[in-house]
């Protein structure tokens, strides 16, 4: 079926320290993963995204890279500061159902 | 522009009555998502709309559940005989095309049911 798994659930880091997050997706032919930002009380918002035919994407200190064969992508986030802190999700859209299915998201915690 | 839209912000309820949610997605976006996040949680797919198909609704936790899309525009979802299960924030999203853009989330709707 159609399954996103994130991990860890928590992550507490040092500021300035890096930050990762895996995800691993069910459908081989899923073509699209976008990260979502989502601030205490606020909507969900894309940080970042890849597509299938892209190893790698990067943004100022944010990066996602992309395994299709391992079908696993991850969420890279360096020097990270106090306002990194929020929960992140991870999602996969399946091109089959046109659906976007979401990690069950990752609570950053950046100690000052 | 506008984003998305939805209403009302909050609602709290009694166990047992009827809710309507509502969403107005940003104009052109043919495709709109409803995702459930209960206290703490993920995001949970609901049901999808895309034009003029037959929404997916594989994702609605019981009949007492339903949405609908009019003109391919506006969308409610509509709870009936509320329980305490359902309160959460009920999110919608829309996005431009259906092979993969970015989803557009509106603020939600936080539902309590007491």
């Known amino acids: 079926g159609e399954n996103v798994e994130q991990h860890p659930s928590t992550l507490s880091v040092q500021e300035g320290d890096s930050a990762v997050i895996k995800c691993t997706y069910s459908?081989?032919?899923?073509?699209?993963f976008p990260w979502y930002k989502q601030e205490l009380g606020k909507r969900p918002q894309l940080i970042i995204d890849?597509?299938?035919?892209?190893g790698e994407k990067k943004d100022q200190r944010i990066a996602v890279t992309l395994n299709k064969t391992a079908k696993h992508f991850s969420l890279h986030i360096t020097e990270t500061q106090p306002e990194d802190s929020a929960v992140y999700f991870c999602?996969?859209?399946?091109?089959?159902?046109?659906?976007?299915?979401f990690g069950t998201g990752t609570r950053l915690k950046v100690l000052a | 522009g506008a984003g998305v839209s939805q209403s009302p912000s909050n609602k709290v309820t009694e166990k047992g009555k009827d809710v309507e949610l509502r969403c107005d997605p940003i104009?052109?976006?043919?495709?709109l998502y409803w995702y459930r996040q209960s206290l703490g949680q993920g995001l949970e797919f609901l049901i999808y709309?895309?034009?003029?198909?037959?929404?997916?609704k594989s994702g609605l936790p019981s009949d007492r559940f339903s949405a609908e899309r009019t003109g391919g525009s506006v969308s409610t979802l509509t709870i009936q005989r509320t329980q305490q299960e359902d309160s959460a924030v009920y999110l919608c999203?829309?996005?431009?095309?259906?092979?993969?853009?970015?989803?557009?989330f509106g603020q939600g709707t936080r539902l309590t049911v007491v």
């Open positions: 890849i597509r299938s035919n892209v």
């Open positions: 104009s052109g976006h043919t495709a």
């Open positions: 999602a996969a859209f399946f091109s089959g159902t046109y659906k976007y299915i």
């Open positions: 999203a829309s996005s431009l095309v259906d092979r993969g853009t970015e989803a557009f």
């Open positions: 709309f895309q034009g003029n198909s037959a929404p997916d």
């Open positions: 459908d081989s032919a899923s073509n699209y």
